[in-house]
């Protein structure tokens, strides 16, 4: 992968095709909606969202804050990493792991942080939400899977598909010291899964904190609660539309 990381032309055709521009602005709502519930970390972390000609994806730039992110900010990268449409420059970390989890894993969105309490998950034994406590946990029963091999900095194409590769096809993943990697078929589906991935972690490790031994559910109920929760996702839409008319 070259990875160029400077900024590409906002003339380019699909930079102003319609269906990208609100590709664009949905995943420019994500970031914001993202900042507004304390799932960023400064300037770092990154969403991206696969193309539907298979060989683009948008990206957030580097240097701005999520909640400033607006729809022209975010950049076009095609699957070599090279930038080719947007006004900024993005982070190398990004072009290596979003690259490799769009190409190899075949995810479409892929939303990549370190926000607080599912991050604490990933620094204990377990390294992952248990999803036979809560309600909200019972949504990601089976779809979870956990890397729990930790290599630093994603500085090359190697680690980035490495983490693609021990996704194995699993929705959500839990990076072992490092954070955690929700993927979609589309951003309304994928923010609120991010959203209620985290108030799902933090139940677990507020429940933890008490030092009261924890009462988890049978598994197979667990599969039920996921099935039911999943199998229709018209709340996730109406949760994306309101974040749109109030951020």
Same mark, same amino acid.
């Given at each position: 992968m070259n990875a160029p990381h400077t900024p !590409?032309?906002?003339? &380019?055709?699909?930079?102003?095709?319609?269906? #990208? #521009? *609100?590709?664009r602005e949905?995943?420019? /709502?994500?970031?914001?909606?993202? =900042?507004?519930?304390? $799932? !960023?970390? !400064? #300037?770092?972390? &990154?969403?991206?969202?696969?193309?539907?000609?298979?060989? &683009?994806?948008?990206?957030?730039?580097?240097?701005?804050?999520w909640s400033e992110v607006q729809a022209d900010d975010v950049v076009i990268v095609d699957d070599q990493g090279c930038v080719v449409a947007g006004g900024h420059a993005v982070e190398p970390t990004a072009m290596f792991i979003h690259t490799a989890v769009h190409r190899i894993a075949r995810k479409t969105c892929v939303l990549h942080t370190h926000m607080p309490y599912a991050? =604490? $998950?990933? /620094?204990? *034994? *377990?390294?992952?939400?248990?999803?036979?406590?809560? *309600?909200?946990?019972m949504r990601f029963h089976g779809r979870v899977a956990v890397d729990g091999r930790y290599n630093g900095f994603a500085l090359d194409g190697r680690e980035g598909e490495r983490i693609? &590769?021990?996704?194995?096809g699993a929705d959500i993943s839990f990076l072992g010291n490092h954070g955690i990697i929700v993927c979609g078929e589309r951003m309304d589906y994928a923010f609120d899964d991010l959203y209620y991935l985290e108030r799902a972690c933090q139940a677990q490790v507020l429940a933890q904190s008490t030092g009261v031994p924890l009462a988890p559910c049978d598994p197979a109920l667990a599969a039920r609660v996921a099935e039911q929760a999943n199998g229709e996702r018209l709340q996730s839409t109406l949760f994306f539309e309101a974040l749109r008319r109030r951020l």
């Open positions: !590409g032309s906002t003339a &380019h055709p699909l930079f102003t095709d319609p269906d #990208v #521009v *609100q590709m949905d995943m420019a /709502l994500a970031l914001r909606a993202a =900042a507004h519930f304390g $799932l !960023g970390e !400064g #300037v770092c972390n &990154h969403f991206s969202m696969a193309l539907p000609d298979g060989r &683009h994806f948008l990206l957030n730039p580097r240097g701005l804050m991050t =604490a $998950l990933t /620094l204990t *034994q *377990q390294r992952a939400l248990d999803t036979t406590l809560s *309600q909200n946990a693609a &590769h021990a996704m194995q």
